[in-house]
């Protein structure tokens, strides 16, 4: 019976992580049109740092989403949050071209994962960047209050 309770909270975990990841692209980029690496720099030549600056901020997200895992040893914690601290520290990674930038880069991730990223430039990019940095920090002091 206790297997199942941590299989349970393991999809439960998945979708509130999907969930929070894809949230701003709902309420922030509901309109707008995505393009293609090339066609983003013949667009917004001056802004080639967004296009660059993903390549390190992903293995970085990657690293705090290990720590943070690693940083406790009670099984059903993990289980509960291993999807939404692993979408948060992705998720949270868009956040810096669009507050510096306001251009936000799509992780793929799923299904689409081997699709290039899609790139946009949109003035609701600074809104959605404060929505992914509070949401991030919401589980992840959630996280760090229940272990």
């Not at 297997?3 to 709902?26: A, D, E, I, R, T």
């Not at 690693?70 to 509960?80: G, L, N, Q, Y």
């Amino acid at each position: 019976m206790n297997n199942m309770h941590l299989g349970l909270f393991s999809v439960l975990g998945m979708l509130c992580g999907m969930l929070l990841y894809l949230l701003p692209l709902g309420l922030f980029y509901r309109h707008t049109t995505w393009l293609t690496e090339e066609e983003f720099l013949a667009a917004f030549p001056e802004k080639r740092w967004v296009t660059r600056v993903m390549y390190g901020l992903l293995p970085l997200g990657f690293i705090l989403f290990v720590l943070l895992i690693t940083s406790t040893d009670d099984r059903e914690i993990i289980f509960i949050f291993f999807f939404p601290i692993f979408f948060c520290c992705v998720g949270a990674l868009p956040a810096v071209p669009e507050l510096l930038a306001r251009a936000s880069v799509l992780i793929p991730v799923g299904h689409g994962a081997r699709a290039p990223s899609p790139f946009t430039c949109s003035p609701n990019a600074v809104w959605a960047g404060i929505f992914r940095l509070a949401t991030a920090a919401l589980v992840v002091g959630v996280f760090l209050w229940c272990r």
